[in-house]
């Protein structure tokens, strides 16, 4: 099949579902033209951003109800999330004007591609939109203080703006941003700078470094900037750090921010507000094919997570029958678009490197260390820059765990859920809810109050390799959300070798080991001191315990329990272990 064809499918499905979204008639003409969001039950403000992905499917299609729905999007944006100083807000509760610079993308990209479908009077409309709020952004920039991805995507508007106007102000500002932000990508190649204050380095050593943001929104802005302003200097930036994030992507297609900063909006496939991968390695693909694989694996990650034409905010939403928030979709398709646009559907089909090495890295000043060893990959954190209070799993949590036969095993998540973004979360129906990380805990298990391994973010590491394998070592003491320790100390070690991982816990006083295993209606065994979970790909997980004995939350028909958490969006087999002071636990990871 023609990739550029499977692309074009998921982009119509998504903009057709959209569309369908797309309030008609209203008593109000406040709500008419806004596409409402089934997850939340309401307009998000950001969802302007659309008319990108509706006039790329009229510049294919030639089909004049995308046309009008553009249009419509647009008027709903001019009357509703646009401020008198001519910024966008980010809903009409929301007075965070930073966002004007992802909407001035938008319309520049789109005025840029498509004004020759547009009338008359709409073209000078949306040019007159450009204009003022571009002026806005070059003077708000320097007045945020926001996250690094601000700056970064604000050279990339100016940079497309300073080419359609003609304006060597914009196309200074942006060179002035594009190179100031250089000192944020830091020795390892990665980008930090996603929290406050950004440049901060921890006591531990630790940086605010997010996987998903960068990605999604840092990359995909300095590809963008780098190719309109025609900096080598940028693009070579961006590309050594593109090579940078590789292992933290899974060959499924997925992303492994279970640890980031802003982990409470991971979404398997990438974060939830952003707009995807597609931008950075698709439209670099030209430079390595390797980038061209990475966006395409994304990308059909992104389509089995599709249901009814919107993108689901990971791969266990439909078995747990939570409703997709519409903001993936808009934003995704905005970044896949754009891609298409400029000429690139890159293929699929390369063996890559990073789909069976062998290796052990730690970042973070050794506060984080990533695992891949024959098929296994995963992370262990004891970072110590939380974005908020209880938004990072760290003690030497094994954050990810993946097995390329089986999928995700362990995925750790925020140790309490709080909506710290209320208006791009979602609450599940099923609420409230235990966080999904595996860790020892004692106190208030399950509640705010919990004590955790998870939540010590003191805890020490260190790893190594010898004949066995790689092995990695944390300890720590229960600790409170609030970040007060208890007495009770503990222990997590974990070898990682050609048949198995396996993890031994241990604590100095009795405890709880929670190992909530990623399972989602899969057939579940249990034999002594084994537990399959046998996979609809006909391959099983055994989990083999040494010292306790597990047992698992039922259902009142007595079936085993699944919960859902929308990190990561995954349902768990709720396992736990009664743990004895002092005495060890192993639990042993195998593929059969």
């Known amino acids: 099949m023609n990739e550029g064809i499977e692309y074009m499918n998921l982009l119509k499905s998504w903009v057709d579902r959209l569309i369908s979204l797309q309030v008609k008639e209203a008593a109000e003409s406040y709500f008419r033209g806004g596409i409402m969001c089934p997850a939340c039950a309401k307009i998000h403000g950001r969802c302007g951003d659309a008319v990108l992905p509706l006039m790329y499917m009229a510049s294919v299609t030639r089909e004049d109800k995308y046309i009008h729905a553009a249009k419509e999007l647009f008027d709903w944006s001019e009357r509703n999330i646009v401020r008198a100083d001519d910024s966008y807000i980010n809903d009409s509760n929301n007075e965070w004007r930073g966002i004007t610079i992802f909407s001035v993308i938008a319309l520049a990209e789109t005025v840029e591609l498509f004004a020759d479908l547009l009338d008359g009077e709409t073209r000078r409309r949306w040019l007159e939109r450009l204009a003022k709020s571009t002026e806005c952004i070059y003077h708000l920039i320097d007045t945020l203080n926001p996250n690094v991805n601000y700056p970064i995507s604000c050279a990339a508007a100016l940079a497309i703006t300073g080419k359609i106007f003609n304006n060597s102000a914009y196309m200074e500002k942006a060179r002035e941003l594009a190179h100031s932000l250089l000192k944020y990508i830091n020795e390892d190649g990665l980008i930090y700078g996603e929290g406050k204050p950004e440049l901060l380095v921890t006591e531990k050593g630790c940086q605010a470094i997010d996987i998903g943001y960068n990605v999604e929104e840092s990359l995909p802005a300095l590809a963008l900037y780098s190719r309109y302003a025609e900096d080598e200097t940028i693009l070579r930036a961006t590309v050594r750090s593109l090579y940078a994030h590789l292992p933290f992507w899974i060959p499924d297609g997925g992303w492994n921010n279970s640890w980031g900063t802003r982990n409470a909006k991971w979404s398997y496939w990438g974060s939830r507000t952003s707009d995807g991968c597609q931008l950075a390695y698709g439209l670099l693909s030209d430079i390595d094919p390797v980038f061209g694989e990475i966006a395409y694996r994304n990308f059909k990650l992104m389509e089995a997570c599709t249901s009814d034409g919107l993108l689901l905010g990971g791969p266990m939403y439909a078995g747990e029958g939570e409703p997709a928030c519409v903001h993936h979709t808009f934003c995704h398709a905005k970044g896949l678009a754009l891609m298409l646009a400029k000429g690139y559907a890159p293929n699929g089909g390369l063996v890559l490197p990073l789909d069976d090495e062998v290796a052990c890295r730690s970042y973070e000043n050794g506060n984080l260390v990533l695992v891949a060893m024959n098929g296994w990959k995963a992370s262990v954190s004891t970072t110590d820059y939380p974005y908020c209070p209880g938004s990072n799993s760290s003690g030497g949590c094994p954050t990810f765990l993946w097995h390329k036969a089986i999928g995700p095993v362990l995925a750790a998540t925020m140790p309490h859920y709080s909506l710290h973004e209320p208006a791009n979360m979602q609450i599940p129906k099923r609420y409230p809810f235990d966080c999904q990380s595996f860790r020892i805990v004692k106190d208030f298990c399950g509640t705010e109050q919990e004590c955790s391994s998870a939540n010590d973010v003191r805890a020490t590491m260190f790893w190594g390799?010898?004949?066995?394998?790689?092995?990695?070592?944390?300890?720590?003491?229960?600790?409170?959300?609030?970040?007060?320790?208890?007495?009770?100390?503990?222990?997590?070690?974990?070898?990682?070798?050609?048949?198995?991982?396996?993890a031994e816990v241990r604590a100095d006083a009795d405890a709880i080991l929670k190992c909530p295993i990623v399972s989602d209606d899969d057939e579940f065994d249990f034999s002594e001191d084994v537990l399959f979970v046998r996979k609809r790909t006909g391959r099983s997980l055994r989990i083999r315990f040494s010292g306790g004995t597990p047992q698992w939350r039922t259902t009142e028909t007595g079936c085993a329990a699944r919960a859902f958490n929308p990190v990561g969006g995954m349902r768990y087999l709720q396992l736990y272990v009664l743990l004895e002071a002092r005495k060890a636990i192993t639990v042993e990871f195998a593929v059969e």
Do not use: I, M, Q, W
Not at 471 to 500: I, M, P, Q
């Open 465 to 502: 390799k010898d004949e066995s394998g790689y092995h990695v070592h944390a300890k720590g003491k229960l600790s409170y959300l609030d970040g007060s320790r208890s007495d009770t100390e503990y222990r997590l070690s974990y070898l990682f070798n050609a048949d198995k991982v396996v």
